[in-house]
């Protein structure tokens, strides 16, 4: 018996000390996998975020060279003190105009001009990058995007972009690395936010300051100071355009797949004992099926991210654009679903916006869904028409399209100058015209094909006159085909009703509550499709008073004594705001800042009515919006001192922006009358 017990004990020691020699070799071996697979894959993760980020960027800056095309073309003189004028007021560095042959003829820069020394900057001739422009010539391209580089003519860093012209040869314009962010800087904000990186890694894109634009986790700390991970993390630093990106993924993401396989492997050695090997076997089996239901749910989790962050998400998307309003939501009926829309400036006082419904549901809409938004995108960028860039958008959707999926789509360009909008309608639901008095009634036209259907389908283009105040609503059939227990569906006249019982109400308020009345509607009964909202209120063109004044006490109390004058017709509640409001900034400038002189510009839209200050000095840099909030909850004599002036403002104030731009800091601020 001794013996014996003797005997087990040796078997179990050895079987113990075997496991554990397993154990460690298994451990130490995929602590060192987990960190090499981190690596490698933070490295493939940078090529997909330059690309992404640069084709943003790129963007951008071809809307800002449209737009300085768009002006020269229409008179704007082109002399070199012209043209460095035009560069400030569209905040690039310089502009160039080259002919057929790629020789600069007009430039804001004399080091590209012919001289009696030398003669004119020829692209074609040039080495590099710069003979690449010659594209733009030959018409094999309409616009054309340099990477941030040296320039060889005066060693300074630029990025140059081109798009054609007119008249015979391009237009181009060039940014260095303050004006490239500043133009671009926006279109990174929450550009990455639901980019996972090994699932619980990530993206976070700086500015050179080391502000943070878009972070993947925390978006509360978007516009707050970066600080670099520490030693939890596996990461990397790349500069892409000027733009500091950082790729992280927690060691404990990592730790956490080690100690898998490390286990795994240590309940394979441990199979000598039959009873264990059967119950771990067991036991892995429901563990796989169960990380194969999780990683499934995930991976649908990260395409719904995905997707809603191909959607603009940020309201108000367009903080120093007083014109219009837009505001937009989707709720989706699976995880991932076959609604979208978008908006987005083709020119400088044009935006377009759409919302768009593709057949089906699940993974495959989706997928249609993006293509179905890059080509309209893509087509509509260029300028043309958008009976035409929806003309080419369904010829390329019904290529290859053996699903027979098609999309309905209805998309309206805005003038802001004018009010005057453009639209297609491409078999999608009538929007719903709100007039500026409350009126509602469904913009119905005769609607196009829908895209993907059938390829060379001419799409017709409508036009309507918006004054201001009026707004458009748009949405998708999730909305009116709604059931409820009885499988009546939500309808039209139910909608228009809805939105006429809101009044005034807009915006997301607006949304909020027909998405409600939808839900009330529905009952116990799972929602059906897909729910996607948008409405655009155009405002006009805003009333503006601009005046300088010294930083003493004799200018604030001018200021005051002006801002009074100015808000005089704006109704008293919110004239006290405002005047609060403003007075704190008054003081901080007046004090604080070092300011030689100082503007204060009052802007007032027309309908509804809205209020806009933008306060300009020469001051010594300073961003109140990154400062920390001061602590109310403490007694006067706890607080440290400072800070409530500008929580005040904030709190009272929507949107508070800031920026430093030409030497000045400028931060606007303002409200609606209905706020």
């Known amino acids: 018996m001794t013996e014996r017990r003797n005997l087990y004990v040796k078997l179990a020691c050895s079987v113990l000390a075997t496991f554990l020699l397993s154990f460690i070799f298994s451990w130490c071996l995929h602590d060192g996998l987990s960190k090499h697979d981190a690596y490698e894959l933070i490295d493939r993760t ?105 320039n060889a003519v005066n060693n300074n860093w630029r990025k140059f972009v081109g798009v054609w012209r007119h008249a015979g040869g391009f237009f181009e314009i060039g940014c260095d690395a303050k004006a490239l962010q500043s133009l671009t800087r926006s279109t990174c904000v929450d550009l990455f936010r639901n980019w996972h990186v090994g699932g619980t890694g990530g993206i976070v894109v700086t500015t050179a300051t080391g502000l943070v634009l878009s972070d993947y986790e925390e978006p509360n700390r978007e516009g707050s100071q970066w600080i670099e991970p520490d030693d939890t993390f596996y990461w990397k630093r790349m500069e892409i355009e000027t733009f500091p990106v950082y790729v992280m993924i927690p060691k404990g993401s990592a730790a956490v797949q080690r100690d898998v396989l490390v286990g795994s492997t240590a309940i394979l050695n441990g199979a000598a004992l039959v009873f264990v090997a059967l119950l771990v076997g067991f036991v892995i089996s429901a563990f796989v099926r169960q990380q194969m239901h999780a990683q499934a749910a995930k991976e649908l989790e990260m395409a719904k991210s995905i997707q809603l962050s191909a959607l603009p998400n940020v309201f108000p998307p367009f903080p120093d654009e007083n014109r219009f309003d837009i505001w937009a939501s989707m709720e989706t009926a699976k995880e991932v679903g076959g609604d979208f829309y978008d908006f987005y400036f083709t020119s400088k006082d044009r935006v377009l916006f759409l919302i768009a419904d593709v057949s089906g549901k699940g993974v495959p809409a989706a997928m249609f869904m993006m293509r179905a938004k890059t080509l309209i995108t893509s087509a509509a960028h260029t300028g043309k028409p958008l009976s035409q860039a929806f003309a080419e958008a369904n010829d390329a959707l019904c290529e290859g399209n053996a699903s027979n999926t098609f999309v309905t789509a209805w998309a309206g360009e805005l003038n802001t100058k004018t009010g005057r909008v453009t639209f297609v309608n491409a078999g999608h639901n009538h929007p719903v015209l709100i007039r500026e008095d409350g009126k509602a009634e469904f913009l119905k036209t005769r609607p196009s094909l829908a895209l993907g259907a059938m390829a060379g389908v001419p799409y017709a283009t409508n036009e309507i006159q918006l004054e201001p105040g009026d707004e458009i609503y748009l949405y998708t059939d999730g909305i009116t085909e709604q059931p409820d227990a009885n499988g009546e569906l939500y309808g039209d006249a139910q909608l228009l009703k809805t939105i006429s019982s809101c009044g005034r109400y807009w915006r997301k308020t607006l949304l909020d509550a027909v998405l409600a009345d939808v839900r009330r509607h529905a009952g116990n009964v799972e929602q059906a499709d897909d729910c996607t909202q948008l409405i655009m209120r155009y405002r006009g063109e805003p009333f503006t008073v601009t005046r300088e004044y010294a930083p003493n006490m004799e200018g604030l109390e001018r200021a005051a004594t002006d801002l009074a004058a100015a808000l005089e017709d704006v109704p008293e509640k919110l004239r006290n705001r405002l005047l609060v409001a403003a007075d704190e900034i008054f003081a901080n400038i007046v004090n604080y800042s070092g300011a030689t002189h100082w503007t204060l510009s009052v802007e007032l839209t027309r309908h509804p009515q809205g209020v806009r200050l933008v306060f300009a000095d020469d001051g010594k840099p300073f961003d109140p919006l990154v400062r920390r909030d001061p602590d109310i909850t403490l007694s006067a004599q706890e607080r440290t001192v400072g800070g409530l002036g500008i929580l005040i403002v904030k709190k009272t104030m929507s949107p508070v922006t800031y920026k430093r731009r030409e030497g000045m800091n400028i931060l606007t601020m303002g409200t609606d009358y209905e706020s």
């Open 46 to 150: 940078f090529k997909n975020v330059q690309d992404e980020l640069t084709d943003c960027i790129n963007e951008r800056l071809v809307r800002v060279c449209m737009a300085v095309r768009e002006t020269l073309e229409e008179g704007y003189p082109d002399d070199p003190r012209s043209l460095q004028t035009l560069a400030n007021e569209m905040r690039v560095t310089e502009i160039s105009i080259a002919d057929n042959a790629g020789d600069i003829i007009r430039s804001s820069v004399a080091d590209y001009l012919a001289t009696d020394a030398r003669p004119a900057f020829n692209f074609a001739e040039a080495g590099g990058e710069a003979a690449n422009m010659m594209c733009l010539v030959d018409g094999s391209d309409t616009e054309y995007c340099q990477p941030f580089r040296n």
